[in-house]
């Protein structure tokens, strides 16, 4: 999902949490009602496993409770979460009757439920996994930005830096799956072209230094 749009249902499900519940025509209000609560039970279980299953977008809006976490998002594990999360929200918004949530209510429930749609339609067709390098997608460019501190990762306390040590060691992993599938990508004739490659590897080598001190992992121990 794009940051935009991350962003924008953060937005909506702030305003989300702040609605009243006002009386609606239509059924009863204690009908009303337990359809407004339970919409916010799917909302508000949605966003929490969203955030589980991505660490970093919940470190970059000011949740902690993942610091210490690296998705691996481009595994084949990661995506079948992603693709469960989804379906199963969709199959719960649509036990929701939308036509009886309160002005709020209604935005957030359009905008979720047309995200998702979108979501689940990207996922089905999504090749970009067995593509995970080149000149303007680089895991280890976004890393290295991430540990100089210079991002929203910050190196504040001691638990900021043994969270980041956390973080770093599921880098091998990330590393494996991308192998992984960039050979499934030369399988499937899926590839980046070689232009982008080379650019991205130039990019890499400008991370190599020959005196620690100047890489951009040691800047926050500097700093």
């Not at 953060?10 to 609560?37: D, F, I, R």
């Not at 997608?137 to 990762?153: C, I, N, P, Q």
Request: hydrophobic content about 40%; some cysteine; proline content about 3%.
């Amino acid at each position: 999902m794009p940051r935009l749009k991350k962003i924008l249902m953060v937005v909506a499900l702030v305003g989300l949490s702040l609605s009243g519940c006002t009386s609606l025509e239509g059924p009863s209000q204690e009908e009303k009602k337990a359809n407004s609560n339970q919409f916010h039970k799917v909302v508000n279980e949605y966003f929490e496993a969203f955030l589980a299953l991505h660490p970093l977008f919940a470190t970059s809006i000011g949740d902690h409770q993942f610091d210490d976490q690296l998705a691996i998002s481009i595994s084949q594990s990661h995506r079948e979460k992603q693709k469960k999360l989804v379906d199963s929200t969709l199959d719960r918004l649509h036990l929701i009757q939308g036509e009886y949530l309160e002005h709020q209510e209604r935005l957030t429930y359009e905008m979720l439920t047309s995200d998702l749609e979108t979501e689940k339609g990207l996922l089905a067709v999504d090749l970009d996994y067995l593509m995970p390098f080149n000149q303007f997608s680089s895991f280890f460019s976004d890393f290295a930005e991430l540990a100089s501190g210079m991002s929203f990762v910050s190196f504040d306390t001691q638990k900021d830096y043994e969270n980041f040590l956390c973080r770093c060691s599921f880098v091998p992993e990330y590393i494996d799956v991308m192998i992984k599938n960039m050979q499934e990508g030369i399988e499937k004739g899926v590839t980046t072209p070689k232009v982008l490659v080379e650019l991205g590897l130039k990019q890499l080598k400008n991370l190599l230094v020959s005196d620690y001190k100047d890489s951009l992992f040691y800047k926050p121990v500097l700093d």
